[in-house]
């Protein structure tokens, strides 16, 4: 074969560092001819040959870069958009059959986008814009139709609804997801003097229940009850076995089986089974 990549780190697949090497990196890959691509394919589809499906997936991440600078208007990383369209790239490797007749960047790029696709509609927003098929088309086309800024008029709402084969109704709703904007839950207030002006975060609209005195009230006395219903629970124990309790689950620092079975003789097994007895005997006694 006279295309040679035994050579390239199969790290490259994932961007690393600076996103300028990695491209000059991806670039420098010779592209195969179709032939070495076919046999390339045929070995991998039928030995199942991993050295052959890493030539595959070097010599097309240059296609990977190319399909997600495509997607940067989106405001998501650049490195991530790639590793996504690298994953795609990956799972169009897998099921690439060579005797279809076509070229595998030709098959792959339908993998590359959707790869990136979900990625774009998990992280574009807090809350999910589109979650249907027909939701996630629109919004994609949507974005790609708006070529200004603000809100589209009637008449463009009517021509994209007609080009996507949608109602009105949903161009415009999802035309308010895409205007909108995340945020934070428990962002600080902006400072004004004038409440009416002052702009609060969300939880700043929920009640507090914490400093309620009839429910510390209650939660003080329920603890202050569990409390005692373990220490009555405890004192039905033996004097070994409470120790290997408090020990194990009450002290600050815990200690070890072999600690424990070091200090009374015994194995660490026995430890367990005493700890393990101990436990069920203050459980039915809580839940008397």
């Known amino acids: 074969m006279n295309t040679q990549l035994s050579n390239q780190n199969f790290a490259l697949s994932v961007p690393q560092g600076s996103i300028e090497a990695y491209v000059h990196a991806v670039n420098a890959i010779p592209v195969l001819s179709a032939e070495d691509e076919q046999e390339l394919a045929r070995r991998f589809r039928d030995n199942e040959d991993l050295e052959a499906a890493r030539q595959l997936v070097l010599s097309h991440l240059r296609f990977v870069v190319h399909i997600a600078r495509s997607y940067s208007g989106y405001g998501l990383q650049q490195a991530d958009l790639i590793q996504e369209g ?4 990956m799972k169009a490797v897998k099921r690439f059959d060579p005797d279809v007749g076509v070229r595998l ?11 990136i696709h979900e990625f774009v ?17 629109l919004f994609f086309n949507l974005r790609g139709s708006k070529k200004r800024l603000g809100w589209f008029s009637n008449s463009e709402i009517e021509a994209v609804a007609k080009d996507l084969g949608v109602s009105e109704a949903e161009v415009r709703r999802m035309e308010g997801r895409l205007n909108a904007r995340d945020m934070a839950f428990d962002a600080p207030s902006s400072s004004s003097d004038d409440d009416d002006s002052a702009n609060f ?5 929920l009640e ?3 400093a309620d005195p009839a429910s510390v009230y209650e939660k003080d006395n329920w603890q202050s009850h569990h409390e005692t219903k373990l220490l009555n629970a405890m004192k039905g124990l033996d004097e070994r076995s409470q120790d290997i309790v408090k020990r194990r689950w009450l002290d600050e620092e815990k200690a070890t089986l072999q600690e424990l079975a070091d200090q009374y003789s015994v194995s660490a ?20």
Do not use: Y
């Not at 690298?86 to 790239?89: D, K, R």
């Not at 975060?201 to 609209?205: E, L, Y």
């Open 121 to 137: 509609l998990k992280n574009w927003r807090i809350v999910k814009v589109a979650t249907t098929k027909a939701q996630r088309k």
């Open 208 to 210: 507090d229940h914490s």
């Open 201 to 205: 975060a969300p939880s700043q609209f």
């Open 86 to 89: 690298n994953v795609g790239l």
């Open 269 to 288: 097994e026995r430890v367990r089974q005493l700890e393990k007895n101990a436990m069920k005997k203050l459980k039915a006694s809580i839940l008397a």
């Open 105 to 115: 960047i030709s098959f792959a790029v339908h993998w590359i986008k959707a790869e």
